[in-house]
């Protein structure tokens, strides 16, 4: 990344915040009454909408639900206004664009890693993603996914969040590591980890990097990432 476009002289990214700082969250439950769980995140100028429907009896054919745990369905999508090259055309009916179907992969995986499924065997759990507005990477998805679970009473490891972290790399000086980017830092280019973790399990539920990261600017951007969802994991923890 560019780091004398990212972070001043004084320290200070081009939002103000310092390289650790994250991006104002605000956050509610139960915003959608027809949902058996729902939440609201904002995270800066990124707004997601998170609904979960279930556990309840498989539809359609039951000999795709495993027999000892929950079949976990994902949908990810974005509002036609969402910017932040989160736009795209209306799908077919009953389809959906690439990127959707990759997003929704990437959450499911995620989220296999976080619920209890052996609780809810031969049920589904559906979770629904929409991306109202974007500044940043799609990852706030998993974010408010976890709250919508918690909110359906849905039994979990840990709640489950994710954060990014990148590099600035000024003209004099060494690295820094910044915590949460926003969309304007992600296309500076350069390389961006995403992460994903489940409270109290002290493992990694995802660990994404963009690009090749030398092993020793590996640990710095690692940790960034890692200090971004305990930061917003203590913003949630009081929702």
């Known amino acids: ?34 949902a058996d769980g729902s939440a609201y995140l904002e995270q800066g100028n990124t707004k997601v909408l998170a609904a979960v429907y279930g556990p309840h009896e498989v539809r359609g054919s ?9 079949l976990l369905c994902c949908r990810c999508s974005s509002a036609p206004f969402a910017g932040g090259g989160e736009r795209r055309r209306r799908p077919p009916q009953g389809g959906g664009d690439r990127r959707s179907g990759e997003r929704a992969l990437l959450l499911r995986g995620v989220l296999e890693g976080a619920v209890l499924g052996q609780l809810y065997p031969r049920s589904q759990i559906d979770v629904h993603v929409q991306v109202l507005q974007a500044d940043g990477g799609s990852w706030a998805s998993v ?53 994903a973790t489940v409270a109290g399990s002290g493992q ?6 963009s690009a090749r990261l030398h092993q020793e600017r590996l640990r710095p951007v690692l940790d960034a990432a890692q200090a971004a969802c305990r930061g917003l994991h203590a913003v949630l923890d009081g929702v």
């Open 143 to 195: 974010s408010a996914a976890g709250l919508a679970l918690q909110d359906a009473g849905v039994a979990l490891r840990g709640p489950v969040v994710a954060g990014s972290a990148g590099l600035a790399e000024p003209p004099a000086g060494p690295p820094v590591a910044l915590s949460d980017l926003s969309a304007a830092e992600e296309a500076a280019g350069g390389p961006r980890l995403v992460v």
């Open 204 to 209: 990694l539920a995802l660990c994404q990097l």
């Open 1 to 34: 990344m560019a780091g004398l476009e990212l972070v001043s002289d004084a320290g200070f990214r081009a939002d103000g915040r310092r390289p650790d700082e994250l991006r104002k969250v605000r956050a509610r439950l139960g915003v959608l009454a027809r």
């Open 62 to 70: 039951r000999s795709k639900a495993p027999p000892d745990r929950a």
